[in-house]
């Protein structure tokens, strides 16, 4: 006979809600609009309540999250994988030797760094952004990461290496463009205070 | 270290092992080129962590996601009440068309293979039967069918005892005798709970298995003696 369990939905909501605002930022680097990104939360979470009984600890309930998480953007958005791979073997350090001292970050500033960073990053292929956007938002170590995405320690170096070339020389890039810079200073203290 | 190392290791850390960075230290505190270059970089990874900061989430997210969850239990539910009414229908379709009907037995030999099998599984390992005192009283009691076991078409044969065992689904008395060392078995069965047609009064012989067999049907109950 077709057992029927039936899903603790208060329990799902105890582990799982708590993660909702670090699911919504990674759905949010991954598509780039927070549109896209609330989508992806609401598919991640529906098929995490679906499948609730597949957690087995508890404790990688974030990481579990984030598994589902990826594999819908990865399943959804197939066309993101086909991204160009932008890179023309140029170092990026180009562009900041270039610069007597760190006028790019002004005018990055100016330019939007959020609006920048998505458009960058949505440039760049998954396997690059999911280290990148563990390191850098959630801190991780290179072992944490690993043992998040399920790959070798030394995978993980060399993807946040070359994920990191492409992200720093695409802001670079960007800011390279528009080079009169407005009320940098100010923009920059709103930023900051922001 | 020279510049393009330098530079290699600053484009590369991540992949670098943690002894070149304390080689590289040393070239940008005399090389101020390296230094200015490692500064920046610095700046810029500042600069990009800062960017990766968590953005304010909609707080009507939340509903949103309690909805899904809401209709995703209401599918979740109707798609189980579907596979649950499949599985009944799937049960009794399986039970129509693959079962006999309850005890049926097509013939007097597919009867007489079965009772003569029970009979060599069961018929002498005399602990599995019940002393049994009014015969008739112990087949109402257990069978909900009164036994007629007066006449039997054997000689001197006392009983041993009885038990209630299912074959093909039929709930059948086995009556266990003993002539000496040789033991008999009666099974006696519901007349509705076979599949075949025997004739009041006549008392039919037959051999399965090298085991003679007496089949008769006496009050709607049929019996089945072997010996």
């Known amino acids: 006979m077709v057992a029927l369990r039936r899903v603790d939905k208060k329990r799902f909501k105890e582990l799982t809600y708590p993660h909702l605002e670090f699911l919504y930022n990674v759905a949010l680097k991954y598509s780039g609009n927070k549109y896209d990104a609330e989508d992806l939360v609401q598919e991640t979470m529906v098929t995490g309540y679906t499948k609730f009984q597949q957690l087995r600890d508890e404790k990688s309930c974030r990481a579990w999250l984030f598994t589902i998480l990826r594999n819908h953007f990865l399943r959804e958005r197939k066309q993101f994988l086909k991204r160009p791979y932008l890179d023309d073997g140029s170092s990026y350090l180009d562009y900041i030797s270039d610069e007597k001292s760190s006028g790019f970050v002004d005018r990055l500033i100016e330019k939007d760094a959020n609006k920048e960073l998505h458009r960058v990053l949505a440039t760049i292929s998954e396997k690059f952004q999911s280290p990148l956007i563990l390191y850098y938002m959630e801190e991780m170590t290179y072992q944490e990461i690993s043992k998040y995405l399920d790959i070798p320690i030394g995978t993980v170096m060399s993807r946040l290496a070359r994920g990191k070339r492409h992200l720093k020389k695409g802001l670079l890039k960007s800011s390279g463009r528009k080079k009169s810079a407005g009320k940098i200073i100010q923009m920059m203290n709103l930023i900051m205070l922001h | ?227």
């Open chain 2, 1 to 227: 270290m020279d510049c393009a190392t330098f530079s290699s290791w600053l484009e590369n850390r991540d992949s670098y092992d943690l002894s070149e960075a304390d080689r590289a230290m040393k070239h940008a505190i005399v090389c101020a080129e390296c230094k200015d270059l490692l500064h920046n970089d610095e700046e810029l990874e500042r600069f990009v962590t800062r960017m990766f900061q968590y953005e304010m989430m909609d707080e009507r997210l939340v509903g949103k996601i309690d909805r899904s969850l809401d209709s995703a239990g209401l599918k979740r539910g109707f798609r189980g009440g579907i596979a649950a009414a499949f599985a009944v229908v799937a049960v009794a379709v399986l039970f129509f068309v693959f079962i006999p009907g309850r005890g049926n037995f097509s013939s007097m030999d597919e009867f007489g293979q079965y009772v003569v099998q029970e009979h060599r599984e069961h018929g002498k390992i005399t602990p599995l039967f019940e002393k049994i005192g009014d015969i008739g009283q112990w087949g109402q009691d257990n069978l909900h069918h009164s036994l007629d076991v007066n006449t039997l078409p054997a000689g001197n044969i006392k009983i041993v005892g009885g038990r209630i065992c299912t074959i093909k689904n039929c709930e059948f008395a086995h009556l266990l005798y003993q002539d000496g060392k040789q033991f008999y078995s009666l099974f006696a069965v519901s007349g509705d709970e076979i599949g075949f047609d025997l004739e009041p009064g006549r008392i039919y012989s037959l051999t399965v298995s090298n085991v003679k067999l007496h089949v008769w049907i006496k009050q709607k109950m049929v019996y089945a003696l072997t010996g």
